[in-house]
C-alpha cells in the first residue's frame, strides 16, 4: 500500500482526478502516520465505507450532495470550543505537505494498524478526514479545499477560504510566509524529532508553525510523542487557543484509536486543570476535551464509519460531530468482520462485571446454572470497566485511610482486595506495565500498606495474562479460586454440569481449559503426599523421602533407624539456609515484602494462583497512592528517563532508575514500584548493620566478584543519583526514601520537594546531595578508587547532560506552565535549573565544582541533622 | 344433599346457639368437607375462597378431625382445593396467592397431622390424588419458583419460602416425607441460590433459603441420588456462594453476639455478687445462664456447603469488616449500630457498594473466625444434647477445612493475620481473660488454639471421647500439611504438647471408667502418634532449632506419664481381651518417646550429680539434650503422616440423620406463618391490587 500512494503522490497537487482511480487500498492501513497523506479526494460518494470522516458527515441532512457541491463557505462547527481552523499560505503547506507526505512514506511509517481503512477506496481520503474527523471546522476547511482542487495541504495546515471570517483574514495577513521557510527546511530535516517539535510547539507564537507542528505529531512514533503527553496536555490546557488548535487533533485521532490513550489524557487533562480556578476550569478546554473523552464519544472511527449509508458525503459538513446521539448508535449492529471496535468484543465480564454502570440487577440473573441474560442492545463501555477498577482501588485507599492502625489496615486491605477479585478477570490494566495484558487476579494476601503517617498508600501484586491487544482480545476466562473440582462432589448429572461449559464456551480463551483443569486436579492431601518434596528439600536426604521409601518397604519388615541428631541438624541447617528475611512486623508490613527477591515472589504467588499454568501468565506490581499528588513525580520521572537517556546516548555508565507514574488526579495516582529493593531506613533497622556491613552480609566478603558488582552498581547509582540530585534540588533525602536494591544500586524515590520546594523551610539539606560517611564506606572510602570513579562518572555525567540541556529545560519549562506545584513556586525556577548545568564552565572549572560539591554534601552536617531530624520526628533511621 | 342440608343446618343451629356469627371463610371450609362439591352450589366458590382471610387453625384441625372413612368421601374436595390453590398462586391477585400459600400450607401440615402413620402414598393420594399428583406438584413448584425469582413483594417470597418449610419439616424424618420426591424432581434450586445472591433478598429471606437448603439437601442422602447435593457441589458464581457465607456468617455473629451480651450482663452480676460470692460458686451458675440457643440448622447448612462444595472453601476465608466486640477493649461494646450487618450485610461489592461502613472500630473478620468463636463458645459447655450435637457438627466441620488443600493454605497464609479472641471457659485454675491482648497471628494459631482449649477443658467423667478424636485428628491433619508444605509455623507448640500429655495422664487416671465406654487405647495411639509426628519430623516444620530440643524437654519432663502409659499398655497387651489389639498398637507407638526417656534421663541424673545439683533448670536440660543428640537413635515409623479422609457415610450417617430430624422439628416448631400478620399483608396489597 505504502507503493501505490508513493506513486500517487507526486501527482497529488496538480491533479485531484487520478486519485479516484486510486486502487482501493487492499488492507488497512498499517499507519496513522499515512493518514497524513491528505488529498482532496472528490470519489467520496463511491466510498461507503470511509469511516474516519463520517463523525462529522453522518448526520449530514444532505447526503447526496456531491463533493462539487460542498462549499467552501460551510460553516465551521466545532466541539463547542469555536475555535477556527488556521490558514497558512497554501503554497507553503502544499510543499510540507508534499514533504511530510514523501518522508513518512520512506519511513513505511508505522506500527498500530488504524482501524478504518480496510475497505476504503481512496486510503487518502480516509485518511485525510481521520485527524479531523470529528472537527467540524476543519471538515469545513476539506470542503474549502476541494472546490480549490489540488491544493494538497497538511490535514492541520489547512485553508479556510471564508471570507466572512474576519479573524482569519487578519491572521493571513498577519502571516508571512517568507520567514518560515528556514525553519521549514528544519523541520522537514531528519533531525527534528519531538522534543524540537514540543519546544517549538510551546516557544513559537506563530500559529502556522503551531498548526504544523501538529500536524507534523501524527508523523512521530507513538511512543515518542507519548512521553511527552503531559506536555502537550498541559500546553493544551494553559496555553492560547492556537496552540490547542494545533495539538487536538491529534489527541483525539489517538483517543479513537486508543482506550489507554483516552484515559491517559483525561486523567492528565483533569490533574492539570485542577489548578485553575474552579470558575474558569469548568469551561475551560482542558475540562471539555476531558468530558469528550470520558463520555466516550471517540469511538474508532472504522466502527462507526460501517454504519453509515453509503450514500454519505463526505463533504457535507455536519453539526451532528458531538451530538450524543452518535454514541447512542454505536452500539448498534457492526458489519463487517474488520471491525476492531472493542465494543463488538466487549466481554461480559468486562461489562457487567467489572462495571456498576451495567449493574446485575437490572438482569434477570438468576445463578450460576442459569446463564445470565446479557442484553445485546446494551452500549458497550469502551472506557467504564477500567475506569471502575481503577476508582474501586482508589476508593480502597481513601478507606484505608481512616483506619487507625497498619494491622487493621493491612486486613482491611486484604479483605477489600479479595471482593475485587470477584470482578475479576476483567478488560482493565495496568497503565504501568509495558505490555498488554488483563488483570485476571489479585493475590489479595500479597498486598502490603506502606509506611505512610496518615495517607494510606499502598502496593498491591497483580497476577495479568499477557495478550495481544487488551482492546481486542478476548477477556479470559475465570477460573475458580479453589482451582480444582472437588473429588467429593457428584458431577454424573448431565444437566448440571452447565456452569463451567457455559464458561468455556462463551468465554472460549484458554484453549485446553478442561486439560488443565484436570492436570490440576491433584489436591487431595493424600495424593500429595507422594508428590515431590517441594525445592528447599533436595538439597539434603530428607526424612520425608524416607517415609516414601518406607511405604513400599514395609513387606521387608526391615527397621530403619535415624539419628535423632540428624533430625535436628537438619532443622537448624534449614532454617540457617532460608534466605536473609526481615522479621515480620506488624508496624511495618512492607518490609518483609518488599525484602523476598522478587522472582521468588513470582514463583511462589504462581504456584498458588489458578491462573499460575498458562504461559501469558505475568505478575506485576504497583503502588496505589490516594490523596498525594503525583504531579511532580510526573515531571521528576520524565526528567530521570531524559537523562538516562542522554547518558545512554552518550556512554556514560551512570545509572539510575526512573520509575513509571501514573497521575490520575491531581491528588491520586499509581506509581511502579521498584523491585528488588527495601529502603535504607528498612535496612538498617532490621539487620541492625551499617551499610557496609550490610553490603558485606548480602554480597560476601570485599574481594568477591559479587561484592564487586555491587560495590561498582552502588557506585555508579549514586553518581546518578547524586547529579539527579543537585539537578533536581531533591530534598528530603532520608533513608526513608533511598532503597537499595539487590544488585546494589540505590535508588531514590520520593520526588515531593524538587525545584524550588523543600520540606517545612527548616533550611536543612543545604548540601548539593546527600552522602554520609556510610556511602562512602560502601565505596571503599574516601580517595579510593571507587570513590574516584564515582566522581569521574559524576564529572562526565554532568557534562553530558549539560549538552542535553534544552531537552530536560524544556520538560521542566512547559510543566511550569500554568502550574501551582510547589516546585515552581517562586520566579527563578527555570532559570535557577538552567544555571545549574554551569554552561559557561569549562571542563576544567566542571571538575572543580565536582570536587567542591562532593566535598561539601561529605562535610555537610545538615545530612546528619536532617537524619537525625527524621529520626526523632518520623522514626526513620 | 339432604345430608349437606342436615348437616349445614346442624352448624348454623349451633352456631346460632353459640357464636351468631361464624366467620364466612369457616363455613366455605364446612362446605369442602362435606361430600358435594362445592362449586355446584356455587360456581365462585373458589374465587372467593381464596378472598376470604385464612383461617389456619380452623383448616387444620378439620382436616386432623377427619377419620378414614371420610377420608375416602372428601378426598375429591380436597384434590379440588389443592388443585385451586395451585392455580391461585398464578393469580394477579396477590391476596388471592397469598391466602393459596397460606391455605396450602395448612393442607400439608393438617395431613401429616392426621395421617402420622400413614404412608407417604396416601397422603400423596389425599392431597392431590395419585393421578395428578405429579402435574400438580410440578405446576406447584413452578408456581413458587417464579413467585421466588420475580420482582414480586418480599412477604410474598417470604411466605413461599416458609410454605417450603412447612412442606420439608412435616415428617419428623425428612426422608419418610415422601412428597419431597417432586420437589427432587422439579427444583427449586436456582430460586434459592438465586435469593443468596441479591444482596437485599439474601438479607430478607437468606436465612429460610439456607436452612431450606440444608434441610433439602439432606432428603434421602444416602440412598438416592439427590439432584440438590449433586448441584450445592458444583455451584460456582462466588456472588452466590459468597451470600450463603455472609448468611451463616450472619447468624454465626449474632449468636456470639447475644452470648456476648449474656457474658457481660453476667459478668456485672459477678462483680456485684462478688462480695457475697464465691468465685467457684459463680461460675456453676453462669453456665446454665450462658446458654444461648445454639442453631444447628445454620451449622448444617454450613457443613453441607464445606463438605459439598470444594469453591465454598474460598468463602470461609472472605473477609468482611465486622464489629468486633472483644478486640475494643477501650470502648465500651457496641455502641456502634449493628444495622449494617443485619438486613444489608456490608456489601460484597467494593465496587457497587463503594460506602462500606467506616467505623474505625470495625474489626476485619470473616466467615472463618466468626465460625470459630462460634465454636469456641459452643465447645464450653457440651452437656446438654444440643450443644454437644454443635460441638460434633463443628469439630466435623473443622475435619473437613483442614483436609482441604486450599483451606489450608490460607490457614496458613502469612500475610493473612488475625487477631482472634475465643472464648474461653471460666476454670478454677486460671484466670479468665488475661490474655486479651492476643497477637495477630495466621488462622491456622487460632484453630490450634481452638483444639488445645478443648483439650484442656473436657477431661471430665462424662467423657466426650468421640469429640477429643476428632479434634486429636484436626491437629494432625494440620501438622501432616505443615509438614507437606514445609510450613514453619510460629506457634507455642508447648502448650500442644503439655495438654496432650495432660490428657494421656487423665486417660490413665481414669482408666477403668473409660474403658467401659470407650476404646481409649485409639485415642492415646493417635496422641502418641503427634508426639511421634514432632519427634521424627519435627525438622520439617517446626519454627526454629530451639522447639525441637523443648519438645524432648517436655518429653522428659513428664517421662512419668509415658512411663504409666507404657506400663499400662503392656499391662493390657499381654493380657487378653478385647484389648489387646489396640493396646499392643500403643505399645509399639511408644518406642521413640522412650527411647528419648532412656536416653536422656540418665544423663540429666549424671550430670546433675555430676554439677551436684539437684534441681537443674531448664536451661541446663535443654543444654544437656543438645549435647547428647548425637547418641541418640530412633525408629522411623511408618504412615505417620497418613490420615484417614473424612467421610461422612457411613460412620457419620446416624449422626446426621438425628441431626436433621430434630433440626426439623426444631424448624416446624419455629416456621409461623402467622409471623406475617394479615393487617401487614392486606395493607401491602391493597394499594397493589
Known amino acids: ?877 | 344433599m339432604s345430608q349437606v342440608e342436615k348437616k349445614v343446618g346442624l352448624l348454623r343451629r349451633s352456631s346460632s346457639s353459640k357464636k351468631p356469627l361464624k366467620e364466612k371463610v369457616v363455613l366455605m371450609y364446612d362446605e369442602i368437607f362435606a361430600k358435594e362439591d362445592p362449586s355446584t352450589h356455587n360456581p365462585r366458590f373458589w374465587d372467593e375462597l381464596f378472598l376470604m382471610k385464612v383461617n389456619l387453625e380452623y383448616l387444620e384441625s378439620k382436616l386432623e378431625s377427619v377419620d378414614g372413612e371420610e377420608v375416602q368421601r372428601i378426598q375429591d374436595n380436597i384434590n379440588s382445593l389443592f388443585h385451586h390453590c395451585v392455580q391461585a398462586l398464578g393469580e394477579e391477585h396477590q391476596i388471592k396467592v397469598v391466602n393459596a400459600l397460606q391455605t396450602l400450607c395448612a393442607l400439608f401440615r393438617g395431613v401429616h397431622q392426621k395421617n402420622k402413620s400413614a404412608s407417604g402414598f396416601d397422603i400423596i393420594n389425599m392431597l392431590m390424588g395419585f393421578d395428578k399428583a405429579e402435574l400438580r406438584m410440578k405446576d406447584l413448584m413452578e408456581s413458587l419458583d417464579s413467585l421466588l425469582c420475580g420482582d414480586g413483594s418480599e412477604s410474598l417470597k417470604s411466605l413461599c419460602l416458609k410454605l417450603l418449610l412447612c412442606l420439608v419439616t412435616v415428617t419428623d424424618n425428612i426422608s419418610q416425607n415422601t412428597i419431597l420426591e417432586y420437589v427432587m424432581i422439579n427444583s427449586i434450586f436456582e430460586a434459592i441460590l438465586q435469593i443468596l445472591s441479591d444482596v437485599s433478598s439474601r438479607g430478607q429471606h437468606g436465612y429460610d433459603a439456607v436452612v431450606l437448603l440444608a434441610l433439602l439437601v439432606n432428603y434421602r442422602k444416602y440412598e438416592s441420588v439427590n439432584p440438590y447435593i449433586v448441584k450445592l457441589s458444583i455451584v460456582d458464581d462466588e456472588p452466590t456462594l459468597d451470600g450463603m457465607g455472609m448468611v451463616v456468617h450472619h447468624a454465626l455473629t449474632e449468636y456470639n453476639r447475644q452470648y456476648k451480651a449474656k457474658e457481660e450482663e453476667n459478668q456485672g452480676g459477678f462483680f456485684s455478687t462478688l462480695t457475697t460470692m464465691v468465685g467457684n460458686m459463680f461460675i456453676a451458675d453462669a453456665d446454665e445462664k450462658l446458654s444461648v440457643q445454639t442453631n444447628e440448622a445454620i451449622l448444617l447448612a454450613l457443613y453441607e456447603a464445606v463438605h459439598l462444595n470444594r469453591n465454598f472453601i474460598t468463602v470461609l476465608a472472605q473477609s468482611h469488616p465486622e464489629i468486633d466486640m472483644g478486640v475494643t477493649p477501650v470502648t465500651p461494646i457496641p455502641t456502634t449500630p449493628t444495622t449494617p450487618l443485619g438486613t444489608t450485610p456490608p456489601s460484597l461489592d467494593a465496587m457497587n457498594n463503594p460506602e462500606l461502613p467506616l467505623d474505625p472500630n470495625l474489626q476485619t473478620s470473616n466467615l472463618l473466625i466468626t465460625f470459630l468463636k462460634y465454636a469456641s463458645i459452643v465447645m464450653q459447655d457440651t452437656k446438654d444434647e444440643h450443644r454437644l450435637n454443635s460441638a460434633r457438627l463443628c469439630l466435623i466441620i473443622l475435619t473437613c477445612i483442614a483436609e482441604d488443600q486450599y483451606a489450608d493454605a490460607f490457614l496458613h497464609d502469612d500475610n493473612m493475620n488475625f487477631r482472634v479472641n475465643l472464648h474461653k471457659m471460666p476454670m478454677r485454675h486460671r484466670k479468665k481473660g488475661v490474655d486479651k491482648n492476643i497477637p495477630c497471628r495466621p488462622l491456622v494459631c487460632a484453630v490450634l488454639d481452638l483444639m488445645v482449649e478443648f483439650i484442656v477443658t473436657h477431661m471430665m467423667k462424662d467423657f466426650p471421647m468421640d469429640l477429643y478424636m476428632r479434634c486429636i485428628q484436626i491437629i494432625h491433619k494440620l501438622i501432616c500439611y505443615q509438614k507437606k508444605c514445609r510450613i514453619r509455623l510460629h506457634y507455642t507448640w508447648r502448650e500442644l504438647w503439655s495438654a496432650l500429655i495432660n490428657l494421656l495422664k487423665f486417660l490413665l487416671s481414669n482408666e477403668t471408667t473409660l474403658l467401659a465406654k470407650h476404646n481409649i487405647f485409639h485415642l492415646a495411639l493417635l496422641v502418641v502418634n503427634l508426639f511421634n509426628m514432632f519427634i521424627t519430623y519435627g525438622d520439617t516444620f517446626l519454627p526454629t532449632s530451639n522447639s525441637y530440643d523443648e519438645l524432648y524437654y517436655e518429653v522428659v519432663r513428664m517421662h512419668q506419664v509415658f512411663d504409666n502409659l507404657y506400663c499400662m499398655v503392656l499391662r493390657v497387651s499381654t493380657n487378653t481381651g478385647q484389648w489387646k489389639e489396640p493396646a499392643s498398637k500403643v505399645t509399639h507407638s511408644l518406642v521413640n518417646v522412650r527411647a528419648i526417656i532412656n536416653h536422656f534421663n540418665p544423663k540429666i541424673e549424671s550430670y546433675a550429680a555430676v554439677n551436684h545439683i539437684s534441681q537443674l533448670s531448664e536451661e541446663q536440660v535443654l543444654e544437656v539434650v543438645r549435647t547428647n543428640y548425637d547418641t541418640l537413635t530412633l525408629k522411623l515409623q511408618d504412615g505417620l503422616d497418613q490420615f484417614e479422609r473424612y467421610s461422612e457415610q457411613p460412620k457419620e450417617a446416624a449422626f446426621f440423620k438425628e441431626l436433621v430430624r430434630s433440626i426439623s422439628l426444631n424448624v416446624r416448631k419455629n416456621v409461623s406463618l402467622n409471623t406475617m400478620s394479615q393487617d401487614v399483608l392486606l395493607k401491602e396489597f391493597s394499594t397493589i391490587s
Open chain 1, 1 to 877: 500500500m505504502g507503493d501505490a500512494e508513493l506513486e500517487l503522490s507526486p501527482s497529488h497537487p496538480e491533479e485531484p482526478e487520478p486519485l479516484q482511480h486510486s486502487p482501493p487500498s487492499p488492507t488497512p492501513s498499517p499507519s496513522p502516520s499515512i493518514s497524513i497523506t491528505s488529498s482532496p479526494s472528490l470519489s467520496l460518494p463511491s466510498t461507503p465505507s470511509s469511516g474516519p470522516h463520517h463523525p462529522s458527515q453522518r448526520r449530514s441532512p444532505s447526503p447526496s450532495e456531491g463533493p462539487g457541491a460542498s462549499s467552501p463557505a460551510l460553516d465551521v462547527i466545532s466541539e463547542g470550543t469555536g475555535e477556527l481552523t488556521l490558514v497558512i499560505d497554501p503554497e507553503m503547506a502544499k510543499r510540507a505537505c508534499q514533504e511530510v507526505l514523501l518522508k513518512v512514506k520512506q519511513q513505511q511509517a508505522v506500527e498500530e494498524g488504524s482501524e478504518e481503512n480496510d475497505n476504503s477506496t481512496t486510503t487518502t481520503t480516509t485518511e485525510q478526514g481521520l485527524p479531523n474527523g470529528d472537527l467540524g471546522g476543519h471538515g469545513a476547511s476539506i470542503g474549502g479545499v476541494g472546490v480549490k482542487g489540488g491544493v494538497v495541504k497538511s490535514p492541520g495546515i489547512r485553508e479556510e477560504d471564508d471570507p466572512s471570517s474576519a479573524k482569519n483574514a487578519r491572521r493571513r495577513q498577519r502571516h508571512n510566509p517568507s520567514k518560515q521557510s528556514w525553519l521549514l527546511r528544519l523541520f522537514e530535516s531528519k533531525l527534528f524529532d519531538v522534543s524540537m517539535a514540543i519546544s517549538y510547539l510551546h516557544n513559537s507564537k506563530e500559529p502556522g508553525v503551531q498548526a504544523y507542528i501538529g500536524n507534523r505529531l501524527f508523523s512521530f512514533r507513538h511512543d515518542d510523542v507519548d512521553f511527552y503527553l503531559p506536555q502537550l496536555l498541559n500546553m493544551y490546557v494553559h496555553m492560547d487557543e492556537d496552540v490547542g488548535d494545533a495539538i487536538k487533533p491529534y489527541v483525539v485521532h489517538r483517543c479513537r484509536q486508543s482506550i489507554s490513550f483516552s484515559l491517559q489524557c483525561a486523567w492528565l487533562l483533569g490533574a492539570y486543570s485542577s489548578d485553575m480556578h474552579i470558575s474558569t476550569q469548568r469551561h475551560s478546554r482542558g475540562t471539555k476535551l476531558r468530558k469528550l473523552i470520558l463520555s466516550d464519544e471517540l469511538k474508532p472511527a472504522g466502527a462507526r464509519a460501517r454504519r453509515d449509508p453509503p450514500t454519505l458525503s463526505l463533504f457535507c459538513p455536519s453539526a451532528s460531530a458531538t451530538n450524543p446521539l452518535h454514541g447512542g448508535v454505536a452500539a448498534g449492529g457492526l458489519i463487517g468482520e474488520h471491525s476492531l471496535s472493542p465494543s463488538k468484543r466487549t466481554h461480559q465480564r468486562s461489562k457487567s462485571d467489572a462495571t456498576v454502570s451495567v449493574s446485575l440487577s437490572s438482569n434477570l440473573k438468576r445463578t450460576a446454572s442459569n446463564p445470565k441474560v446479557e442484553s445485546n442492545q446494551e452500549e458497550p463501555v469502551r472506557l467504564t470497566p477500567q475506569r471502575e477498577f481503577i476508582k474501586s482501588l482508589m476508593g480502597i485507599g481513601k478507606r484505608l485511610a481512616t483506619l487507625p492502625t497498619k494491622e487493621q489496615k493491612t486486613q482491611r486491605l486484604i479483605s477489600e482486595l479479595s471482593l475485587l477479585n470477584h470482578k475479576l478477570p476483567a478488560r482493565v490494566w495496568l497503565p504501568t506495565a509495558p505490555f498488554d495484558h488483563h488483570v485476571v487476579r489479585v493475590p489479595h494476601s500479597q498486598a502490603v500498606v506502606l509506611n505512610s503517617k496518615d495517607k494510606a498508600p499502598y502496593l498491591i501484586y497483580v497476577e495479568v495474562l499477557e495478550c495481544e491487544n487488551f482492546e481486542t482480545s478476548n477477556v479470559p476466562a475465570r477460573i475458580p479460586e479453589t482451582r480444582i473440582r472437588s473429588t467429593r462432589s457428584v458431577e454424573n448429572l448431565p444437566d448440571c454440569g452447565m456452569t463451567a461449559e457455559q464458561r468455556a464456551g462463551s468465554f472460549s480463551v484458554v484453549p485446553n481449559y478442561d486439560n488443565d483443569d484436570e492436570a490440576w486436579s491433584v489436591d487431595d492431601m493424600g495424593e500429595l503426599q507422594v508428590e515431590l518434596p517441594d525445592v528447599h528439600t533436595n538439597s539434603c536426604d530428607n526424612i520425608s523421602q524416607f517415609s516414601v521409601d518406607s511405604i513400599t518397604s514395609l513387606e521387608s519388615k526391615e527397621p530403619v533407624f535415624i539419628a535423632a541428631g540428624d533430625i535436628r541438624r537438619r532443622l537448624s541447617e534449614q532454617l540457617a539456609h532460608t534466605p536473609t528475611t526481615f522479621k515480620r512486623d506488624p508496624e511495618d508490613p512492607s518490609a518483609v515484602a518488599l525484602k523476598e527477591p522478587w522472582q521468588e515472589k513470582v514463583r511462589r504467588i504462581r504456584e498458588g494462583s489458578p491462573y499460575g499454568h498458562l504461559p501469558c501468565w505475568r505478575l506485576l506490581s504497583v503502588i496505589v497512592k490516594c490523596g498525594d499528588d503525583l504531579r511532580q513525580e510526573l515531571l521528576a520521572y520524565q526528567v530521570l528517563q531524559q537523562l538516562q537517556c542522554v547518558w545512554e546516548m552518550e556512554r556514560v555508565p551512570l545509572w539510575i532508575k526512573p520509575y513509571k507514574i501514573l497521575v490520575l488526579s491531581s491528588d491520586s495516582g499509581m506509581i511502579e514500584p521498584v523491585v528488588n529493593a527495601v529502603s535504607i531506613h528498612q535496612v538498617k533497622k532490621h539487620s541492625q548493620l551499617s551499610l557496609l556491613d550490610y553490603f558485606l552480609q548480602e554480597h560476601g566478603s570485599p574481594t568477591t566478584e559479587a561484592f564487586l558488582s555491587a560495590q561498582r552498581n552502588f557506585v555508579q547509582s549514586c553518581a546518578g543519583y547524586s547529579l539527579i540530585c543537585y539537578l533536581l534540588q531533591v530534598k528530603d533525602r532520608h533513608n526513608g526514601n533511598i532503597l537499595l536494591d539487590a544488585e546494589g544500586h540505590i535508588i531514590h524515590i520520593d520526588f515531593g520537594f524538587i525545584l524550588s520546594s523543600s520540606p517545612k523551610n527548616l533550611g536543612f539539606e543545604t548540601s548539593a546531595f546527600k552522602l554520609t560517611s556510610e556511602f562512602v564506606d560502601v565505596m571503599g572510602g574516601q580517595d579510593r578508587d571507587m570513590f574516584n570513579y564515582y566522581k569521574m562518572l559524576m564529572l562526565q555525567g554532568l557534562i553530558a547532560a549539560r549538552k542535553h540541556m534544552d531537552k530536560v529545560i524544556q520538560i521542566v519549562e512547559i510543566m511550569q506552565q500554568g502550574s501551582h506545584l510547589p516546585c515552581f513556586h517562586g520566579s527563578g525556577t527555570i532559570r535557577g535549573l538552567k544555571e545549574r548545568f554551569h554552561m559557561s564552565l569549562t571542563e576544567e572549572q566542571l571538575q572543580v565544582l565536582v570536587e567542591q560539591m562532593v566535598e561539601g554534601s561529605m562535610r555537610s552536617i545538615t545530612t546528619k541533622l536532617y537524619d537525625g531530624f527524621q529520626y526523632f520526628t518520623n522514626g526513620i533511621m
